[in-house]
Structures are given as structure tokens and as C-alpha cells.
């Protein structure tokens, strides 16, 4: 099958299976485009990107992905993720965690730009962010995708409690603590079917759980893997490492109704080197 047909694809017991190996495609990573001026100064200010020239980088990189159609089977479960929200009367809502400073990364840039594509696909007018490395042009950024800051660092421990309202978290890449705190913070039946997850296949850090710091971490993940579904993103030909092992998770509700699992909840994470907290 080509990649548009297995861009994006139901998986149960997802197991890595080594390090993916990319294939040529003759595509320009984008941000080369801006080589030049890079070389020049010509778009930095103490070695951070002016935000008018990263939010010109990043529009070119969604044009690049609408070019080769990225994730179109992502947006488009995703729009029916909302449709059905919209039926029950729910609003839906976006909050990305951990995405890095898009002024300074080339990877934080991508994944900006494919959280710009997916809210504008789902009609989400509320997408909030939080990191401990976003800088003030970060934040002038995020203002001009009408995307605003989260006030603090709750480590992911974020309850989605409002049974009108559905949240998608935006999560690629995040280390497994966060992943922890958000899932321990929504422990039951009702907040965790009326949420949804961007971020890194659970599997994965369970395969790879060994001590004992990270499989106490990974125990929550390790409860709701097999009740949850899971749909990997086809390998990214722009950026090879921003959506490596990028799954969508989805937690049905009646699939969570038929385990008895609630009354237990999982250890909180031991906090992981990675999770800056301020």
C-alpha cells in the first residue's frame, strides 16, 4: 500500500519494533527554505527567531503538510470525534503540553504546525499551551494562531471534571510523568471517556518500563493500555523525529465500563529528570 494508505491506522498491542527507517521522498524539510536568512541574522534576535519570522516558518510548514497530505486520516477522525461531542451537547477543547519553544526548535515548529491544522479541521477556537521553555516571543506567536498560554506548571495533573466539555490533549513526545499526572488526575470512567490524547503509543514505555521508578510511572498506562484505542501516525517525511511513534488514544466509554478498575488508583510518577518544573 502507499503511505497515504497507511498513514494512520487502528493498532492493539502496539510493540516497537526498532527504530523506524525512512525512505526517501524527495521532500525538503522546510525549514530549509529559511537557510539563508538563518546564516544571515537576519531572523534572529540572540539567537531566538523573531516571532514574525516563525510564524511565517510555521505556515510554510503546514502548507508543506496540506502538500503531501499528512494526517488526513488524524483530522478526519478527529472531526468526527467532534461531531460526536457536538451532538452531546459537549464544547471541544485543545491543550497541547510539553511542546518545546517553537522560536528556537525546528521540531517545536512541525508540531505547532500540525496542532494549527488540527484545530482549524475541528473548528476549535480553544487551544491553550503550557511548557516552562516557552520565551515571551513564543507567547506573541501562539497570540497571532489565536492560541493562548496556560497561567501554571500542574505538571499534567489537569482534571477534566465538566461533563460538557471534551478535551484533546496535545502531548508528542512528552515524558511518561506527564503522561501519569494526566491520566491519575482523570482516574474514572466519566473524566477519562470525555478526553482524548495526541502523544507518544503507551505501549512503547511499557515495553520499555524496566526499573522500578519506571514502571511505578508507567502503571497507569499500563491499566488503561488495553482498554483504550489506539491509532499511529504514519512515519513524518518533513521532520523525521517529531511524530516517531505519535498515536492518537481514545478511552471508549463502554469499554471502561466493563472493568472494575476505579477504586484503585495508580501511584502518582516518580518526577522524571526531563519534567522541568517552575
Not at 470525534?81 to 522560536?103: H, M, N, V, W, Y
Not at 473548528?123 to 503550557?130: E, P
Amino acid at each position: 500500500m502507499s503511505q497515504d494508505d497507511e498513514e494512520f491506522k487502528l493498532v492493539v498491542g502496539h510493540r516497537s519494533r526498532g527504530r523506524v527507517k525512512y525512505k526517501k521522498t524527495g521532500i525538503k524539510d522546510v525549514t530549509d527554505i529559511y537557510a539563508d536568512q538563518r546564516a544571515h541574522g537576519q531572523h534572529h534576535v540572540g539567537g531566538e527567531l523573531t516571532s514574525a519570522a516563525a510564524e511565517g516558518m510555521v505556515k510554510g510548514i503546514r502548507k508543506e503538510m496540506k502538500k503531501i497530505k499528512y494526517a488526513n486520516d488524524l483530522m478526519t477522525r478527529l472531526k468526527q470525534l467532534a461531531d460526536e461531542t457536538t451532538k452531546r451537547g459537549q464544547t471541544f477543547r485543545i491543550i497541547c503540553l510539553g511542546l518545546g519553544s517553537p522560536s528556537r526548535y525546528a521540531g517545536s515548529r512541525h508540531q505547532l504546525a500540525l496542532l494549527c491544522m488540527l484545530s482549524d479541521k475541528i473548528l476549535c477556537k480553544d487551544v491553550s499551551l503550557y511548557d516552562p521553555a516557552f520565551t515571551a516571543t513564543d507567547i506573541t506567536l501562539f497570540d497571532s494562531f489565536n492560541m493562548s498560554q496556560l497561567d501554571v506548571n500542574n505538571e499534567g495533573k489537569i482534571p477534566c471534571s465538566d461533563p460538557d466539555v471534551f478535551t484533546l490533549f496535545y502531548m508528542p513526545h512528552c515524558c511518561r510523568s506527564l503522561y501519569a499526572n494526566l491520566l491519575i488526575s482523570n482516574w474514572g470512567v466519566g473524566q477519562l471517556s470525555n478526553i482524548a490524547i495526541i502523544g507518544n503509543t503507551f505501549s512503547n514505555y511499557l515495553l520499555h518500563a524496566i526499573d522500578a521508578s519506571a514502571r511505578k510511572s508507567t502503571e497507569a498506562m499500563r491499566r488503561l493500555n488495553p482498554l483504550m484505542e489506539s491509532f499511529l501516525l504514519a512515519p513524518y517525511p518533513l521532520h523525521a523525529d517529531c511524530f516517531s511513534d505519535t498515536s492518537l488514544m481514545i478511552f471508549p466509554l463502554q469499554e471502561l465500563e466493563k472493568h472494575d478498575i476505579w477504586n484503585s488508583v495508580p501511584p502518582a510518577p516518580t518526577l522524571d529528570h526531563e519534567m522541568a518544573v517552575n
